[in-house]
């Protein structure tokens, strides 16, 4: 009887503010698997969506960045949760995407289910790892700390639908950032059903936005925009990289170039959070307390 | 049951949390390899509420034999355990933690009840910490290259846990939660009289499908937690509790490869100045001494308050204290619960007491104690020297010793003026005073104008006869590790 049952398609859309928005150009693009079947219309996201979701980007990061460590662990966290039960989902979308095998595909979700766990944990230790109090010669507290850059624009790897694009955008918001991010241009449906997971996982809207369309099209606006902060390349080529760089010089951007990157799954090092963050050292005086001194 | 002087327009209502949450067994078994098993000869003692003396639960006493079977069985499970990659070993830990979130209403009950302390603090300190702690730790299982310790830092093996009364299930998360994040099982003892959260700890492993002997649990008094210590199969000893234990164990380890950490008995200096905000001094005084009826290490056992605000503060002090509310630990809005023990109640009277024939000037607001279980009512000693009793030995009860000073230089000698040095609080508004003062303290943990806050992310141990070694932070995963 099932078989006679028509399936109920879903309509793709992007992820902005916490809500999710068609284009505001209208427009859309075909999405085939790897054989050329057809498997949605993605929306051909415009240079307005991009602005749209700087606005919403900006607008998020004083309290993403202001919430706790703690926090921010947790519900990153809780995204992992999310993903878990919506697992067969995932795998179904990475193997049509990337034309793998269940088996494999499922390999990629399970990673990347993961791979939120790994930054849930980042969140509360970055700054105990890369901060410190410094022993400058007088008498100062002085002490360096890590703090989030802004709004970082993220263009998602090409291949790696889903694996690829937790590992870029996991570590961007674990430290308090907050994200655009671009979907691969020809794998975008993984990218955009995430939001769905984000959505639901106590995640503050605006924190992660999610585009769909042609890379080279919402890149150019996000790498000249002077309200974004940083950008990663991941997802562009040589040509188009060197493009955005300059573009991303005029506000001095922060840029994290593109890097070969064979397999999405090895254990990730702190770079990527790195990239994004501030050093903020505060200097103040310990005063004293008179000539005499304890001796304990 | 109020101190309140008849002076507000409103008594407070009867709030009590429900009992209902939390379902205690008639007994309990010790929890070895995975499982509930009675003591190896049948031994069994009572666990009661101190506020009422009621019986919760009747608890297996583990003896020799029982402990020797836990260190085996957590040496067994040491093998697989520390071979896990440390992101498996994280999501056990991330399991254990959303459990134990989930499961905070219940936990703190039963805590309130095991231990006497009131529901305010077990369900908003207590619990929530305990979370975060496996929480926090979950994170470092498979970040260990990162944490300083060279770029792969190894398990010591065993680690033989003995925690105090005063927090049960806080100081079973600071002990157990590094343990495992690093890749070492435990054998823990809990305390005598609390000993039911870490049994329900048991639980919660179950339920994180945590596998079996990487968490074993023996109840029983001082000789289960000298049997443990002393067992050549245990490769780490952690103990929280008293100096005089403390340094038991340290002899007993002596001339052995087994790594020490010890997390021992203070008397915390609180320092106010004349500049300091006196309301939020007052109330940080106050939370520093009452919080937990003051059976905290690291406790701000002495106020020593600058000589030209010594009265305002004093009086201000008193006023605030006839405001807290002792009774029964259950009641929402109790401040002040039960004293943990009659073993406990009757040092702490003796201390007063002799505060009293010392000289020091004695003071408590008007109090009516409950009729059964263990009481004592928050008092504070005045005219108190450095020579008496109460201003050197550690009370760890609701008693507040107070001594002056004139100068900064004359607050810092007579806060380092102990064998101690765990904690140590500072007020005043001017911010290079407070960071002269505390390069000067010889104390493990400083607060400025705050007292009491713990976090998982920051270690707490303390210098001198408070113990070696840190718990929490980056700084606490040392002690499990083979570095």
């Known amino acids: 009887m099932s078989d006679a049952r028509l399936s109920v398609l879903k309509t793709y859309k992007l992820y902005v503010g916490g809500k999710f928005p068609r284009s505001e150009s209208g427009r859309v693009y075909e999405v085939t698997d790897s054989k050329g079947t057809w498997l949605a219309n993605a929306p051909l996201s415009s240079r307005k969506d991009a602005r749209d979701a700087v606005v919403a980007a ?11 460590a703690y926090n921010r662990g947790q519900i990153l966290y809780r995204i992992a949760e999310m993903l878990e039960g919506r697992r067969d989902q995932y795998v179904r979308e990475v193997a049509e995407a990337e034309g793998l095998s269940k088996a494999k595909a499922a390999q990629q979700v399970d990673a990347a289910i993961d791979r939120w766990v790994w930054y849930a944990g980042w969140t509360d230790k970055i700054a105990q790892v890369v901060g410190g109090a410094n022993p400058v010669a007088g008498p100062y507290f002085n002490l360096s700390s890590p703090e989030p850059t802004g709004v970082v624009a993220v263009l998602a790897p090409q291949k790696s639908s889903f694996l690829g694009l937790v590992s870029v955008v996991a570590p961007v918001i674990a430290t308090g950032n907050t994200a655009v991010v671009v979907a691969g241009e020809r794998v975008p449906l993984p990218a955009l059903s995430l939001g ?49 760089e300059i573009a991303a010089a005029d506000n001095l951007k922060r840029v994290l170039r593109p890097q070969p990157v064979d397999d999405w799954s090895a254990t990730p090092g702190t770079e990527r959070m790195t990239a994004f963050l501030e050093t903020k050292t505060v200097w103040h005086p310990t005063g004293a307390l008179g000539a005499s001194g304890s001796s304990y | ?27 309990y078994g010790l929890f070895i390899d995975g499982e509930f098993a009675e003591a190896a000869d049948g031994k069994v003692f009572k666990t009661v509420s101190p506020a009422t003396e009621e019986v919760l639960s009747e608890v297996a006493e583990a003896g020799e034999a029982d402990v020797d079977r836990a260190v085996r069985a ?15 070993r994280a999501k056990y830990l991330f399991r254990i933690a959303r459990i134990l979130q989930e499961r905070g209403r219940e936990l703190a009950v039963l805590e ?46 065993v680690a033989g846990q003995v ?29 005598e009289t609390t000993p039911l959260s870490a049994l329900f700890f048991a639980d919660v492993c179950r339920q994180a499908g945590l596998p079996k002997g990487v968490v074993n649990i023996v109840t029983g008094d001082g000789r289960a937690g000298a049997a443990l210590v002393a067992h050549p199969g245990v490769d780490k000893v952690a103990f929280t509790g008293s100096t005089a234990v403390g340094k038991q164990i340290a002899r007993t380890l002596a001339g052995t490869r087994k790594k020490l950490t010890l997390e021992l008995g203070g008397k915390g200096a609180n320092i106010v100045f004349d500049d300091a905000p006196l309301d939020q001094a007052v109330e940080g005084v106050v939370n520093g001494i009452f919080f937990n009826q003051g059976q905290v290490c690291c406790a701000g056992s002495r106020l020593l308050v600058q000589e030209s605000v010594h009265d305002e503060v004093l009086d201000a002090l008193k006023r605030r204290i006839s405001t807290l509310r002792l009774g029964d630990p259950l009641d929402k809005n109790t401040d002040i619960g039960a004293i943990n023990s009659a073993q406990q109640l009757a040092r702490i009277t003796a201390l007063a007491d002799r505060g009293e024939a010392e000289g020091a000037e004695r003071w408590s607001p008007a109090c009516q104690l409950p009729e059964n279980g263990y009481w004592f009512a928050p008092t504070l000693f005045t005219n108190v020297t450095q020579a008496h009793t109460i201003a050197r030995d550690e009370i760890f009860g609701p008693v507040l010793s107070v001594l002056t000073f004139r100068t900064p230089d004359e607050a810092v000698a007579k806060a380092n003026n102990t064998p101690y040095g765990l904690s140590a609080g500072i007020w005043t508004e001017k911010g290079s005073r407070i960071l002269a003062v505390a390069n000067r303290l010889r104390a493990g943990v400083v607060w400025s104008n705050t007292f009491n806050k713990f976090d998982p992310t920051s270690p707490f141990g303390g210098y001198k006869e408070s113990g070696h070694g840190r718990e929490g932070g980056r700084h606490g995963l040392e002690a499990y590790l083979d570095v």
């Open chain 1, 58 to 68: 900006r607008k998020a990061f004083g309290a993403w960045s202001g919430a706790t």
């Open chain 1, 196 to 244: 769905e997971v984000l959505a639901t996982s106590d995640l503050p809207g605006g924190v992660v936005n999610i585009l769909s369309g042609r890379t080279a099209e919402i890149a150019a606006p996000l790498a000249a925009h002077q309200d974004v902060n940083a950008i990663d390349l991941a997802g562009a080529d040589e040509a188009l990289a060197k493009e955005l």
């Open chain 2, 74 to 88: 957590a040496r067994k499970a040491f093998e697989t355990w520390s071979a896990l990659p440390g992101a498996e």
């Open chain 2, 112 to 157: 309130t009840l095991d231990n006497g302390k009131p529901i305010r603090e077990t369900r908003d300190a207590d619990l929530p910490l305990v979370a975060a702690h496996f929480f926090y730790h979950a994170g470092w299982a498979d970040k260990l290259s990162h944490a300083g310790y060279g770029p792969d830092p190894r398990p010591l093996g």
């Open chain 2, 163 to 191: 925690i105090p009364w005063n927090f049960p299930l806080l100081m079973l998360a600071w002990k157990v939660a590094p343990a495992l994040a690093t890749g070492n099982t435990v054998v823990l003892k809990p305390a």
């Open chain 2, 1 to 27: 049951m109020t101190m309140e002087k008849r002076t507000s327009a409103f008594e407070y209502a009867p709030a009590p949390e429900s009992r209902a949450v939390v379902d205690i067994a008639p007994s």
